[in-house]
């Protein structure tokens, strides 16, 4: 299964567009990349998920390389309520079950 | 539509004691994962149901760690006995069953335990 980077935290004023990147050179052409974040005290939530194509929805964009080595989420207009830990997951198959690897992801702090 | 319920919220034990978790996901996902989350880590898989099969368990430590779903809906998850390192929070998700590759898993919001 293949492993994801991320930078442990970043800062974004509010308002502005909040760029996480996230690196997983080793991909395999049938796994997809999910974005999910984890706000304080609560479960993971999902946000995006993509296989080649960029794909948008109403919470994010997600920007994949051509290589897919890398991705890029990206939440347009970040607000206080953004502040939260993202998280990159490879989705692969581990003898035959799908399986999510979640990294430790990036803290994103909002600032007003 | 309510979501992926667990209880108790929070626990603290002593160690070598007995404990238990339960989940009720949301109504009609065939799919139960329980996952554990040391602090400042993500969440790593413990065990995966389809219906009442476990389809993976190979992360779980079989020595003290049980799990089951009976009927294929509410599950538990039971540590016996508990030791230090077992304090995590422990997060239960389902997803619904898809002919696709899309899988989104849907989280409760976690039992906070703490082994003193």
């Known amino acids: 299964d293949a492993k994801t980077t991320q930078p442990p935290s970043m800062d974004c004023a509010e308002g502005r567009a909040a760029n996480l990147p996230c690196n997983h050179s080793t991909i395999s052409g049938n796994e997809y990349v999910y974005w999910y974040r984890q706000i304080h005290s609560q479960g993971p939530q999902y946000i995006i998920h993509g296989l080649k194509n960029n794909e948008t929805n109403e919470m994010a964009s997600l920007i994949i390389t051509e290589d897919r080595k890398s991705s890029t989420l990206i939440l347009p207009h970040a607000t206080l309520r953004d502040t939260a830990v993202y998280y990159c997951i490879v989705r692969g198959v581990t003898s035959g079950t799908y399986k999510y690897i979640f990294g430790t992801g990036t803290r994103l702090k909002v600032l007003a | 539509e309510a979501g992926v319920v667990q209880s108790p919220r929070y626990k603290i034990i002593e160690k070598k004691q007995p404990v238990a978790f339960w989940c009720n996901p949301i109504s009609g996902h065939n799919t139960l994962y329980w996952y554990r989350q040391n602090l400042g880590q993500g969440p790593e898989l413990l065990i995966r149901y389809e219906n009442e099969e476990a389809v993976d368990d190979s992360q779980l430590p079989k020595d003290r760690f049980s799990a089951e779903r009976l009927k294929g809906v509410d599950s538990t998850l039971k540590i016996q006995p508990a030791e230090l390192g077992d304090s995590a929070v422990y997060l239960c998700?389902?997803?619904?069953?898809?002919?696709?590759?899309?899988?989104?898993?849907?989280f409760g919001p976690g039992t906070r335990l703490t082994v003193l």
């Open positions: 998700a389902s997803s619904p069953f898809r002919a696709s590759s899309y899988n989104e898993q849907f």
